[in-house]
């Protein structure tokens, strides 16, 4: 199974599986809140980030959340990232553990412009929501 940087597990079918799980159970409406990976995203000189695996992730598991909803007929009301932007990391207390569509530029000891600057991936989702997960198709 693939691993995030800090170790932590990369399942999509796992997603699909607990949201089958989940509803089998209580029976109403699911949101996924919180969903995403931590990486250590490299800016070049002009701030911008190609974070191709972020956008793998978010491919793999949208996919799978979409597959709960369309063939598991899964009551899925919506689908949010742990952050939008860059932040300090809640469990580890680092910027280097990088979640966000948008880049700022910080370190780990609070040092940077604070300059934000869309990664790859920010242009990625903002396709996919434009098409509400058309363009989840245009990749497979």
Same mark, same amino acid.
């Given at each position: 199974?693939?691993?995030?940087?800090?170790?932590?597990?990369v399942d999509p079918l796992g997603l699909r599986?607990?949201?089958?799980?989940?509803?089998?159970?209580?029976?109403? =409406?699911?949101?996924? !809140?919180?969903?995403?990976? &931590?990486?250590?995203? *490299?800016?070049?000189?002009?701030? #911008? +980030?190609?974070? @191709?695996?972020?956008?793998?992730?978010?491919?793999?598991?949208?996919?799978?959340?979409?597959?709960?909803?369309?063939?598991?007929?899964?009551?899925?009301?919506?689908?949010?990232?742990?952050? =939008?932007?860059?932040? !300090?990391?809640?469990?580890? &207390?680092?910027?280097? *553990?990088?979640?966000?569509?948008? #880049? +700022?530029?910080? @370190?780990?000891?609070?040092?940077?412009?604070?300059?934000?600057?869309?990664?790859?991936?920010?242009?990625?989702?903002?396709?996919?929501?434009?098409?509400?997960?058309?363009a989840l198709d245009e990749n497979n």
């Amino acid at each position: 199974m693939k691993e995030t940087p800090w170790g932590w597990p990369v399942d999509p079918l796992g997603l699909r599986y607990c949201l089958n799980k989940i509803y089998d159970r209580i029976q109403k =409406p699911l949101f996924i !809140v919180e969903n995403d990976m &931590g990486a250590i995203d *490299k800016a070049d000189e002009n701030d #911008y +980030v190609e974070d @191709d695996y972020r956008i793998d992730y978010l491919q793999d598991h949208l996919s799978a959340m979409a597959d709960a909803i369309n063939i598991d007929k899964i009551p899925c009301l919506g689908y949010t990232m742990w952050a =939008p932007i860059d932040l !300090v990391s809640l469990s580890t &207390g680092e910027m280097k *553990k990088r979640h966000g569509f948008v #880049y +700022v530029d910080m @370190d780990d000891k609070g040092n940077g412009t604070l300059k934000r600057t869309p990664k790859k991936s920010y242009n990625w989702m903002k396709h996919v929501i434009e098409t509400n997960g058309a363009a989840l198709d245009e990749n497979n």
